[in-house]
């Protein structure tokens, strides 16, 4: 058999042409990896730039926030210190908490007395009617108290302040007593009609959470079908409408944390972070600052402090902000900080979290605030 000559592919000219093409190859590649480099470094500066800003927000609104902290009225400044605490974990805050304390348990201490006072319930109910403002809201709740607004009652003077005193570890010496007329009082036959879930949306979605909390009984499932039916349809929903829609949203979420104490697994509300996602443009265009913030607030509870959305949010607010007072008025310009504590202070949240969360304050296992706790006020045997 005749063998025959192997003769190489790289010949002396295909040589020269490899050498061409392998330093082409390598100049581009080079040039990639400087491009992709410098790319990335201007997104981290950029990223860090940012961070800097919202802390720089954070710490502007915090400066007026507590300049006027002990001007504010006495469930404001407990609102103010009771959050952040629980976002800071600093004990400065806890006398706020306890003067909190105070005026819940003075509160439960005087309802006590009149549960079974129908003409005052009745009178409660007329009062909350007659406060209304003349406004969407408003409307739709002078609707439903003008008839069968017993409820109010319930959900209002006694369930809100129950759940203070038990996210605080204590318990109102009456607590067996307000159970029980928690208890017997037909919720379900109430939160889930359409009407009361469009008057109240945020405040319902509070009070599903709060009576699951206290060991009441449990709506969240039948509650969650029957908002969700209840603005399904919501392309007609214009303005305050639809902002009302975006407020209970985010108050699933807020009360599931417990406002704050604890994170929130985003798989668990995965409908709702799916549509602020898909309709984040709208909300900006058509809600209000506080209620932008709020959207902002629940990503972070989700740990989701990189999502779109919370950029969006941020930006949004960080332009709300009024560089001379040094803080975000109401739409209609108004700069009285007591009505806008609550829109301020989520502003502050949104620039301040993630952070760790502290639950509580547990103002029994504070040595300073254990022995000046309001007398008709008991501390839990079992805490969180």
Request: aromatic residues 14%; hydrophobic residues 40%; proline residues 4%.
């Amino acid at each position: 058999m005749k063998l025959v000559k192997y003769k190489s592919l790289y010949t002396h000219k295909n040589n020269k042409n490899f050498s061409r093409y392998f330093r082409l190859f390598f100049i581009i590649s080079i040039s990639q990896v400087v491009f992709w480099g410098a790319q990335s470094w201007a997104s981290s500066t950029n990223t860090h730039e940012s961070l800097v800003r919202y802390q720089q927000a954070s710490n502007i609104l915090r400066q007026t926030l507590e300049t006027s902290l002990f001007t504010l009225p006495p469930r404001k400044q407990g609102h103010y210190g009771i959050r952040l605490f629980r976002l800071t974990g600093d004990k400065k805050y806890l006398a706020t908490s306890l003067y909190d304390a105070y005026v819940v348990a003075d509160r439960l201490d005087f309802i006590a007395s009149r549960l079974d006072d129908k003409n005052y319930i009745e009178k409660y109910v007329k009062r909350v009617r007659r406060k209304q403002h003349n406004n969407y809201k408003g409307k739709l709740r002078r609707e439903v108290l003008a008839s069968n607004g017993e409820f109010i009652f319930y959900s209002s003077a006694i369930l809100p302040f129950m759940n203070r005193m038990d996210e605080l570890g204590l318990q109102s010496i009456h607590n067996t007593k307000l159970r029980a007329a928690l208890k017997k009082f037909d919720f379900k036959s109430v939160l889930l009609k359409p009407e009361v879930i469009r008057a109240w949306a945020a405040q319902s979605a509070n009070w599903v959470y709060w009576l699951y909390q206290l060991d009441i009984v449990d709506l969240r499932k039948p509650y969650k079908d029957a908002f969700v039916k209840t603005f399904e349809n919501d392309k007609n929903l214009k303005g305050d409408a639809y902002s009302n829609k975006i407020y209970g949203l985010t108050h699933f979420i807020f009360a599931a944390s417990r406002y704050y104490q604890q994170p929130v697994d985003k798989k668990q509300f995965a409908w709702i972070y799916d549509y602020f996602e898909k309709n984040i443009t709208r909300i900006l265009k058509e809600t209000k600052p506080d209620v932008i913030a709020e959207v902002g607030v629940s990503f972070l509870l989700a740990g989701e402090a990189y999502h779109p959305v919370v950029k969006q949010c941020r930006e949004y607010i960080m332009q709300a902000i009024d560089t001379e007072h040094k803080m975000i008025p109401s739409v209609d310009g108004e700069w009285d900080l007591a009505k806008g504590e609550h829109r301020n202070v989520l502003a502050f949240m949104l620039f301040y979290l993630p952070q760790p969360l502290h639950p509580g304050p547990y103002l029994a296992k504070d040595d300073r605030f254990r022995s000046y706790l309001p007398k008709s006020a008991v501390v839990k045997s079992v805490q969180r």
